[in-house]
């Protein structure tokens, strides 16, 4: 009995070791490659990654026909878009989405094989609904309100039945062109309107805006959140965690870069004070009540340009620069934030670096 035991185990552990090499048969040397990097220290967990891929001329006519494995040839859920075309009418740009949870530091490899096949079942995660005034954006967690002609651009950012955003809504400085949708989930939905644009990933349900021009100029991204009359918390990421209240209708907290460091002042208009200064600043932050909790954040909080980021008594918040490009960041969550956020401030602000090849 024994000697039977024995090998049956021994067929089991070689049956086991053969079972990598039958999945990364399924890879063709040809397939396209491409490599995911963690650079911030931080564990991610179900976390956001695009890889935009320039596929040869003639190799794709359908991106719905692609595949996303991994380096041990495990297929991965993944949502594919044609972004360019050749002149053959080929896929030349190729956007992959999918989610990673991979642990700090590391580097992960996936290769997208062009099958012919149908791709493993993305879930319902993110979808798009359009009329003539409106695009809504929603999940099981999330739906926002875009409005096509941009006044404001967003009326509404809601979490659950919770709603996070006043009447005055979220504006930019740029004025939002013609509508586009260039993804629709279920992984990203991504809106293009001229100059800006919005993007959302099934994973978090943060919206990510974004404005660009061809000189610097003076950006700024403008909300009026729906919280109750204050107190209001308020917190910046900086050298140490910074936080604060907002006791009267019409204080500010206002988070300043520049060249020589950071400062943030508090008070009500010009008899703002200095509440705290230092070199390093991360250009993220929190607004709260007892029941809602929106963290914000601004992409490259360097002293170029001299960001600012501003949270008000009343709910108002800005995040303003001089430069091509501003990307803001919303996250709208409730209480307590450190359960219902599922990620955090500096972990959206450190997407993943993704490169095409090995």
Same mark, same amino acid.
């Given at each position: ?36 990097? !963690? +650079? *911030?220290?931080? #564990?991610?967990? /179900?976390?956001? %990654? $695009?890889? &935009? ?5 003639? =190799? ?56 012919? !096949? +149908? *791709?493993?079942? #993305?879930?319902? /995660?993110?979808? %798009? $609904?359009? &009329? ?5 954006? =929603? ?57 800006? +644009? ?8 943060? %919206? ?151």
């Amino acid at each position: 009995m024994r000697r039977i035991v024995l090998v049956q185990s021994s067929l089991v552990a070689a049956l086991l070791t053969l079972i990598p090499n039958s999945y990364a048969a399924k890879i063709p040397s040809d397939s396209p490659a491409f490599t995911v990097r !963690e +650079t *911030a220290g931080l #564990r991610r967990f /179900g976390y956001p %990654v $695009t890889a &935009s891929l320039t596929m040869p001329q003639g =190799a794709l006519r359908d991106a719905t026909t692609t595949r996303l494995f991994d380096a041990k040839g495990k297929e991965v859920a993944a949502q594919f878009t044609a972004m360019a075309k050749w002149p053959d009418g080929s896929v030349r740009g190729l956007d992959v989405d999918f989610t990673s949870n991979i642990g700090p530091m590391e580097t992960e490899t996936y290769y997208v094989v062009m099958s012919g !096949e +149908t *791709a493993l079942p #993305r879930g319902r /995660g993110l979808a %798009v $609904t359009e &009329s003539v005034d409106e695009i809504v954006v =929603a999940s099981s967690a999330i739906t926002h309100r875009i409005r096509r002609d941009g006044k404001p651009l967003l009326t509404s950012i809601a979490h659950g039945k919770t709603e996070f955003i006043a009447a005055a809504g979220v504006t930019a400085t740029l004025a939002p062109g013609k509508a586009e949708v260039l993804k629709r989930g279920p992984f990203n939905v991504t809106l293009r309107l001229g100059a800006v +644009t919005l993007e959302y990933v099934s994973s978090k349900s943060w %919206v990510k805006i974004t404005q660009r021009v061809t000189a610097p100029m003076l950006l700024a991204v403008d909300a009026r959140f729906a919280l109750p009359e204050p107190p209001l918390l308020w917190d910046f990421g900086v050298e140490s965690w910074l936080y604060g209240c907002l006791r009267k209708p019409t204080e500010t907290a206002v988070l300043r870069q520049d060249t020589n460091g950071w400062c943030v002042q508090t008070g009500v208009g010009e008899r703002s004070s200095v509440y705290a200064s230092g070199k390093r600043c991360e250009g993220w932050g929190h607004l709260a009540d007892k029941q809602r909790v929106i963290a914000f954040g601004m992409a490259d909080f360097s002293g170029d340009g001299e960001p600012s980021l501003l949270v008000g008594a009343d709910g108002r918040f800005r995040a303003s620069t001089k430069r091509k490009e501003l990307t803001v960041y919303f996250h709208a969550v409730g209480q307590p934030v450190q359960v219902t956020a599922m990620t955090s401030p500096p972990s959206m602000l450190a997407p993943l670096v993704v490169k095409q090849g090995k």
